[in-house]
């Protein structure tokens, strides 16, 4: 089953402008982790924020993880064409006994120059 | 390193034909995973291997579909007989470990029409 959902499920903006995607997910977890796809590409890892952290930077991305809210978000700031790609939360959880990642649907994000 | 290497990149059948796809992974990673993605479903894990051995296949939708790998160095998802629903990007993975905070590597995918 799916437990990170990305919302919205596509984002328009131009460039130079802020991304904020989000992720809500259902469980408890370990770790939720971030990775983009570029069309016809595999997925890539961006950054991963731990369930004892509240943000985390890296570059021009900053996320958040509220585990109260059992959500987190991912914004890119500044965006670049080079940007427009397929964004996906990925928690990381134990379940069932054994380690589980669980990947959402994505966000795909379009930067018009 | 060259990353994860997928062959084909792009595989178009008639429906009841074998279909395999390949994978090489990361050298000296030690679990390997095929996920397939579609637009309705998103990302799912098949199957995926430590040191070669099957650890957990209950994402394999049926029997029609199968996995192997042989050694540490390559890997292949057998469908047979394909049927149009299989139609799908697969992509193969490897990492180091399988476990809580570990990142796993991508390949660029095996596009696949089932006509």
């Known amino acids: 089953s799916q437990q990170g959902e990305e919302d919205p499920q596509a984002l328009s903006i131009q460039e130079g402008e802020n991304a904020t995607m989000n992720c809500s997910y259902k469980?408890?977890?370990?770790?939720l982790q971030w990775y983009r796809q570029n069309s016809g590409r595999g997925l890539v890892h961006l950054i991963l924020?731990?369930?004892?952290?509240r943000e985390k930077h890296s570059g021009r991305l900053r996320v958040t993880l509220d585990t109260s809210k059992k959500s987190s978000s991912l914004l890119i700031t500044a965006s670049r064409a080079a940007d427009t790609a397929s964004y996906f939360c990925a928690t990381d959880a134990d379940g069932a006994g054994s380690y589980q990642l669980t990947f959402g649907k994505g966000t795909k994000l379009s930067v018009i120059p | 390193d060259a990353g994860v290497i997928q062959s084909p990149r792009h595989e178009v059948t008639e429906m009841g034909q074998e279909v395999t796809l390949r994978c090489k992974p990361i050298?000296?990673?030690?679990?390997l995973f095929w996920y397939r993605q579609t637009m309705m479903r998103g990302l799912e894990l098949l199957i995926y291997?430590?040191?070669?051995?099957?650890?957990?296949d209950s994402g394999m939708p049926e029997d029609r579909f199968s996995a192997k790998m042989p050694n540490a160095s390559f890997s292949t998802l057998k469908i047979q007989p394909s049927e149009p629903r299989d139609s799908a990007v697969y992509f193969c993975?490897?990492?180091?470990?399988?476990?809580?905070?570990?990142?796993?590597?991508f390949g660029e995918g095996s596009w696949l029409t089932v006509v």
């Open positions: 924020i731990r369930s004892n952290e």
């Open positions: 993975a490897s990492s180091l470990a399988w476990s809580s905070g570990n990142t796993i590597y």
């Open positions: 469980t408890s977890i370990n770790n």
């Open positions: 291997f430590n040191n070669n051995v099957p650890i957990d």
């Open positions: 050298s000296g990673h030690d679990y």
